[in-house]
T-cell receptor
Framework: KNEVEQSPQNLTAQEGEFITINCSYS?????LHWLQQHPGGGIVSLFM???GKKKHGRLIATINIQEKHSSLHITASHPRDSAVYIC??????????FGKGTHLIIQP | ETGVTQSPTHLIKTRGQQVTLRCSSQ?????VSWYQQALGQGPQFIFQ???????GRGNFPPRFSGLQFPNYSSELNVNALELDDSALYLC???????????????FGPGTRLTVL
């Protein structure tokens, strides 16, 4: 069982829709990362969360430490938001453990 | 732009060969991590270097090795390449004390390695 589970695996929506991507993890963590990966591979760090909620433009990330769950929301989605969104956590002093990613397609 | 660069962008090798991938960290970052991302999968942690010493390792065999230099550039070396080593290799740098506190990771664009 993967220690970081994301859902859905694939999501296709229409431009303007409100998008939610979920991430669950199995053990206590110090921080959770939301990352965006475009075709070609480059990864951009969107958020790093230890508690509560963060907002950047149309992106909102929340985390519930007790429930070991985080969500990434996109408001007023746009085709340029199409990408793979990856949740990652630090389980130990080692590097990040990643989910498999959510492949998001926003259609015009 | 994260300030993290990797070279080469793409590389084709044959089974049994050796490869060196390079990463130049963002200025001032003393921690670098390397990840392997197979097609359709999330990245997998290979190892992490902090101030030129290996500071953590994932489930990868010893033929995966690394170096970090005083100027915070680093290398990933893979010996005796196997077909399954074909993947995108990502490095990420940060300025956190390794493992001591949450720190933002800055990822490079990756090197896509194909092993034939």
């Amino acid at each position: 069982k993967n220690e970081v589970e994301q859902s859905p695996q694939n999501l296709t929506a229409q431009e303007g829709e409100f998008i939610t991507i979920n991430c669950s993890y199995s053990v206590g963590i110090s921080a959770l990362h939301w990352l965006q990966q475009h075709p070609g591979g480059g990864i951009v760090s969107l958020f790093m969360l230890s508690s509560g909620k963060k907002k950047h433009g149309r992106l909102i990330a929340t985390i519930n430490i007790q429930e070991k769950h985080s969500s990434l929301h996109i408001t007023a989605s746009h085709p340029r938001d199409s990408a793979v969104y990856i949740c990652a956590v630090r389980l130990s002093a080692d590097g990040l453990t990643f989910g498999k990613g959510t492949h998001l397609i926003i259609q015009p | 732009e994260t300030g993290v660069t990797q070279s080469p962008t793409h590389l084709i090798k044959t089974r049994g060969q050796q490869v060196t991938l390079r990463c130049s960290s963002q200025s001032g970052h003393n921690t670098v991590s390397w990840y392997q991302q197979a097609l359709g999968q999330g990245p997998q942690f290979i190892f992490q270097y902090y101030r030129e010493e290996e500071n953590g390792r994932g489930n990868f065999p010893p033929r995966f090795s690394g170096l970090q230099f005083p100027n915070y550039s680093s290398e990933l070396n893979v010996n005796a390449l196997e077909l399954d080593d074909s993947a995108l290799y990502l490095c990420a740098s940060s300025d956190g004390l390794a493992g001591d506190r949450p720190d933002t990771q800055y990822f490079g664009p990756g090197t896509r390695l194909t092993v034939l």
